[in-house]
C-alpha cells in the first residue's frame, strides 16, 4: 500500500492550491480515503475524507466551506482544492487511508509522506 502526495507549496494568504493524492495497492472501495494535517507545534487534525461505501465527503469545521476534497476511481487518486488559504493553514498534509469517516487518528490505518503547505500573509 502506498500514498503519495504532491501539490504542496508557498503560497500567499487567499490564493489557492490543489493536493493529490495517489494512492496504490488498495482502492477506494477497501478503506475511506481523507486529509490531515499538522502544523508547527501543534497535533494531526483530521480535516476531510471520503466514504468508501457512497463516496460521501466529510470536513471539519476549520477548513470547511474552504477546502473540497474528491476522487478519480480510474486514477486511484484524491484531490484536496484549497481556496481562500490562510496563514493558519500552513501545516503538512497527510493523505491517509482509514478504516472510518470520524477523521480520528485512531481509525488511520496507513499515511502518505505528507506535503508542505506554507501561506505567508
Known amino acids: 500500500v502506498q500514498l503519495v502526495e504532491s501539490g504542496g507549496g508557498l503560497v500567499q494568504a487567499g490564493d489557492s492550491l490543489r493536493l493529490s493524492c495517489a494512492a496504490s495497492?488498495?482502492?477506494?472501495?477497501?478503506?475511506?480515503v481523507g486529509w490531515f494535517r499538522q502544523a508547527p507545534g501543534k497535533e494531526r487534525e483530521g480535516i476531510s475524507c471520503?466514504?468508501?461505501?457512497?463516496?460521501?465527503?466529510y470536513y471539519s469545521g476549520s477548513i470547511k466551506g474552504r477546502f473540497t476534497m474528491s476522487r478519480d476511481n480510474a486514477k486511484n487518486t484524491v484531490y484536496l482544492q484549497m481556496n481562500s488559504l490562510k496563514p493558519e493553514d500552513t501545516a503538512i498534509y497527510y493523505c491517509?487511508?482509514?478504516?472510518?469517516?470520524?477523521?480520528?487518528?485512531?481509525?488511520?490505518?496507513?499515511w502518505g509522506l505528507g506535503t508542505q503547505v506554507t501561506v505567508s500573509s
Open positions: 471520503i466514504s468508501k461505501s457512497d463516496g460521501g465527503t
Open positions: 491517509v487511508y482509514a478504516t472510518g469517516i470520524r477523521l480520528s487518528v485512531k481509525d488511520v490505518v496507513s
Open positions: 495497492g488498495f482502492t477506494f472501495d477497501d478503506y475511506a
